[in-house]
């Protein structure tokens, strides 16, 4: 293996050299240092507390664009509403759903289990085996998540994959609710980079990251679209406009 | 920045390698296909794979690996809906990011009933609800996933992924194991790089503002994780991307970031179609890469099937100046620079090419020349035109009739006109 890697770098250096034009050497650019980090994630912070209603309005708009069906709540009781109002519109018998801090907020296991709905939080105990949920997924008429961020620009919600957070959860099931709280909306995927890198430090970036902008679509057949090939073709965000602290 | 990085592709792949190693990942560098292959092979017979779930991923059709994994008793399933298709057809893929663009509704549907059994479905919604199912099942059973990458980020060791129909996160997140199989250009320096490109990349490919899905993959799932992957591979492929390196006139196709926008924009792609290229990569670009990756031989014809419009150029999100390079792979065929023993003109033709310099370049010479080929040609003229040349012309008459030199040029008939306007009675 050493020497596939060695000849690899060998044949690659060597065409570094011979197809470099001359006195062209750019070296590459340093990476930023931890206080311009820190100096770009402060002013980011700042930016989205101060215009948290503004990116709220242009992510509704986006999100709406991009093939969400966007629902607004100006408190935790309205957005419960309007999950247990999705869920009972599609007749879903069962649901799975994330861990995230906001869906214990909501409340939501009460009133949907109430509606004859059986609710499995995909969080599993550490004897349990990682796919042990997995089952539940696939049977599940709709996926339930929180978001850890929002972005204005592209109308996407961002879901970092971990503890209490499955892979599938939010790509499984046909219909995925998600639900965004004020202040986690940032303006582009420049700032959400920013943040993310911030999150999680040096080593310990979420092992996983989606950014998802919409329902599964696919043109591949004449150009013309159509949703949930593969991941859910209904998406729903529901956009709480109280923060959580 | 594309350029800044290539010049540092070393640095940064190592920097990509450290920080993905750190995370849990393996990190495969396969100078060739062949390599990278035997690797993936090795992998699925090692862990006892039987069913592999595959992501779009245009390395590994560089690398021929379904028939390879098929030879080897396991079963490779495409995903992508186009790439799918294109699976269940036994072809290659037509475009790039739209694969089988080529077949319409009735097509699909008709294959569906061919190969799968399915009832006859006349809309394109019902196809894709029908491919879901198929697919799913595949998906569960599966135990390797294999995808592409779009970028690979030095400075985090983060994979991006960027999907529509979500097969991506389904190859990464379902099998046991995930193996990503990157060209090694893909490499950028930080994750602002990557937003930037991210831009670009979706802009041009399908004119959204963003695509479904991007998902970015950083390392192995950790411990605490709900689930994931037990196993994350990646394997780095030069493939003769060191030979663009090499050449400073067509480094700069490695900044390519395959969003195919010179395909839609080409009007030879668009007339003569995916398939003629012979390669995985078609259209302009295809027309550089192929040659340089496949190393010539079959593919030197590629570089001279362009009218040079420059379309490709203007619709380039990167700004690769292809019809440039594809002037200095002619160039460079012609004088048989690349490979001494490809080289593309014989000692007749550059003759006559010489002679033809000599000859159009006296008025004297030309109207002597032409006076002989017109004596020349007669035994040749059947009913008005020449159907066989001797000798080394044979070659013009194979496949075409030509016509014979007229029995008097332009210039004489030219002549002859100022000749007749001169004279008296005729009216200017």
């Known amino acids: 293996m050493t020497s596939s890697r060695e000849s690899f770098f060998a044949g690659l250096r060597s065409a570094l050299v011979s197809g470099a034009e001359a006195g062209e050497a750019p070296r590459p650019d340093p990476f930023p240092t931890d206080d311009e980090v820190l100096a770009r994630v402060t002013a980011i912070q700042k930016l989205i507390a101060e215009q948290a209603a503004e990116l709220m309005d242009e992510l509704a708009a986006s999100a709406k664009a991009g093939g969400w069906v966007v629902h607004r709540a100006a408190n935790i009781e309205e957005a419960l509403g309007q999950v247990v109002d999705i869920a009972r519109g599609l007749a879903v018998t069962s649901l799975v759903r994330s861990d995230h801090d906001v869906l214990s907020r909501l409340g939501v296991d009460g009133p949907l289990a109430a509606d004859g709905i059986d609710v499995t939080k995909m969080a599993r105990e550490d004897s349990e085996d990682p796919s042990s949920h997995r089952q539940a997924a696939i049977d599940a008429g709709l996926g339930l998540t929180g978001a850890d961020y929002a972005i204005a620009e592209t109308g996407s919600a961002v879901l970092a994959a971990g503890q209490g957070v499955s892979r599938i959860v939010s790509l499984v099931p046909p219909v995925h609710v998600a639900v965004v709280e004020r202040g986690s909306v940032v303006p582009s995927l420049d700032e959400l980079f920013t943040l993310l890198r911030q999150d999680y430090g040096e080593q310990d970036w979420a092992s996983y990251v989606n950014i998802i902008s919409g329902p599964s679509r696919s043109a591949d057949i004449e150009y013309t679209l159509v949703t949930g090939v593969h991941g859910p073709g209904e998406v729903h965000l529901v956009l709480l406009d109280e923060g959580s602290a | ?428």
């Open chain 2, 1 to 428: 920045m594309k350029n800044r990085t290539i010049a540092n592709l070393d640095h940064y792949l190592e920097q990509f390698e450290r920080k993905v190693t750190a995370l849990g990942a393996v990190v495969y560098f396969a100078p060739d296909a062949e390599a990278a292959s035997k690797y993936v092979l090795d992998l699925a017979k090692a862990r006892g794979v039987r069913t592999v779930i595959k992501g779009k991923s245009m390395i590994s059709e560089e690398m021929g690996l379904n028939e390879q994994l098929t030879e080897a008793g396991i079963e490779p399933v495409e995903t992508d809906l186009g790439e799918y298709v294109i699976q269940l057809a036994g072809e290659t893929p037509y475009h790039i990011v739209a694969p089988a663009i080529h077949k319409d509704r009735h097509d699909v549907s008709k294959l569906f009933q061919e190969k799968l059994g399915t009832p006859h479905i006349d809309n394109i919604e019902g196809l894709g609800k029908e491919a879901r199912q198929q697919l799913r099942g595949k998906f569960i059973v599966a135990d390797m996933g294999i995808t592409g990458a779009n970028f690979l980020v030095a400075e985090t060791g983060t994979l991006g992924l960027v999907t529509n129909e979500g097969n991506g996160r389904m190859a990464s997140s379902m099998p046991r194991i995930h193996v990503a199989l990157a060209g090694m250009e893909r490499v950028v320096p930080t994750m602002e790089d990557m937003s930037m490109f991210l831009r670009l990349l979706i802009r041009s490919a399908t004119g959204q503002r963003i695509s479904s899905y991007v998902t970015l993959v950083n390392g192995l799932r950790r411990p605490a994780d709900e689930d994931g992957p037990e196993e994350f591979h990646i394997v780095i492929v030069d493939n003769g991307r060191s030979r663009m390196l090499a050449d400073p006139e067509l480094r700069e196709a490695l900044n390519c970031i395959r969003c195919g926008a010179c395909l839609n924009a080409c009007p030879v792609y668009r007339k003569v179609g995916g398939h003629s290229y012979g390669y995985v990569y078609p259209g302009p670009i295809g027309a550089i890469v192929t040659p340089m990756l496949t190393g010539l031989g079959d593919a030197k014809d590629l570089p001279f099937a362009s009218s040079l419009c420059g379309a490709c150029k203007e619709a380039c999100p990167v700004k690769v100046n292809i019809p440039r390079m594809l002037l200095a792979l002619r160039r460079d065929l012609t004088d048989g620079k690349k490979n001494p023993n490809d080289k593309r003109s014989t000692l007749a033709e550059r003759l006559s090419f010489k002679a033809w310099r000599v000859l159009f370049g006296s008025n004297a010479l030309l109207g002597l020349s032409v006076r002989i080929g017109r004596l020349m040609q007669i035994p040749l003229v059947r009913g008005g035109v020449i159907r066989w040349l001797p000798g080394p012309l044979s070659g013009w008459t194979r496949h075409r009739t030509l016509k014979p030199l007229p029995s008097s040029s332009f210039r004489d008939r030219w002549a002859d006109h100022l000749k007749d306007a001169d004279s008296p009675g005729h009216r200017q």
